[in-house]
């Protein structure tokens, strides 16, 4: 990583099905459309965003894993793949990830790993943005010390609600002790629908919440059946059809975020 302008933004949220994963193709997907270059990091040993993204890797091809096992035998094009789209670039992963955690227990430094290894690839992308497994573990920790800034997708519903004060608390115990620098860059809420009572209900929770409401981006997600339908032809719905609700939002997201400076 080379360049200050670079925007490194970890997408995280403990709980899982909240939009993560689709919220990090789509808006990767529409930086691009805004003329600036991105790159997604997938740390989700799920490897739910390379699929997304239509990555079929080789066996035996390097993936995140080697380069947080062992970074210093990988070159940038070992490890760093084209998507199908123009300046939309992906780390992929596999399931190997998993076992990262058990093999890193005893090494030294070993929350830096991701970080370190970035780094030592001399990046050059306009945004970073990072896909995260739906848990606390050391690969969310490698997630936090690597990034600047999270953008928190926050599914409308009260589960994902009640669980954000929580996450808020991870945060400020990785500021305190692994990275300093790390801000909360946003909250968005994600599968909204506005026919439902509850989900009326906690987006204007969200929305007045003292703890929250200052974090909350304009934009909201909408739920949208095309999301599905593009995963099943594994692009981002932004590449998939204008029309959707998932096309407009995610680029009014992508607007909003770049306009969204000044706690890097
Ligand atoms: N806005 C949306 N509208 C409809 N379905 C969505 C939307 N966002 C996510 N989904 C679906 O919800 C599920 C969980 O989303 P995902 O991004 O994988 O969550 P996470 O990464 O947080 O686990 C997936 O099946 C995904 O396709
Ligand atoms: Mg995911």
Not at 32 to 43: F, G, H, K, P, Q
Not at 67 to 77: A, E, G, P, T
Not at 168 to 173: H, R, V
Not at 194 to 199: C, D, I, L, N
Request: glycine share 6%; net charge negative.
């Amino acid at each position: 990583m080379n360049s200050n302008k670079m925007r490194c933004i970890a997408v995280a949220n403990e709980k899982g099905g909240v939009g993560k994963t689709v919220t990090v193709i789509n808006l990767g997907a529409a930086i691009t459309l805004e003329n600036r270059s991105a790159l997604i990091v997938d740390m989700d040993p799920q490897a739910n965003a390379t699929k997304g993204l239509g990555i079929d890797l080789p066996e035996n091809a390097p993936s995140v894993y080697d380069l947080i096992m062992d970074s210093k035998s990988l070159k940038r094009d070992d490890v760093v793949l084209n998507t199908r789209w123009e300046n939309l670039d992906i780390i992929p992963s596999t399931v190997d990830l998993s076992g990262a955690e058990v093999e890193l227990v005893d090494e030294e430094g070993r929350e830096n790993r991701l970080k370190e290894a970035l780094v030592g690839l001399d990046l050059d992308y306009d945004f970073i943005l990072i896909d995260t497994p739906p848990s606390l573990s050391l690969l969310t920790v490698n997630v936090f010390a690597t990034a600047k800034e999270v953008l928190i997708p926050c599914q409308t519903h009260p589960y994902a609600f009640a669980a954000l004060d929580e996450l808020f608390d991870t945060i400020a115990a990785i500021r305190e002790g692994i990275n300093p620098d790390l801000h909360v860059s946003g909250i968005v809420a994600t599968l909204f629908d506005k026919r439902t009572r509850v989900g009326r209900k906690v987006l204007n929770q969200l929305q007045s919440d003292m703890r929250y409401r200052d974090l909350m981006f304009n934009t909201v997600i909408r739920h949208n059946t095309t999301i599905a339908e593009s995963a099943d032809v594994r692009k981002p719905v932004v590449f998939f059809r204008k029309s959707s609700f998932g096309y407009i939002d995610y680029n009014d997201l992508a607007e909003e975020l770049i306009a969204k400076t000044g706690f890097s």
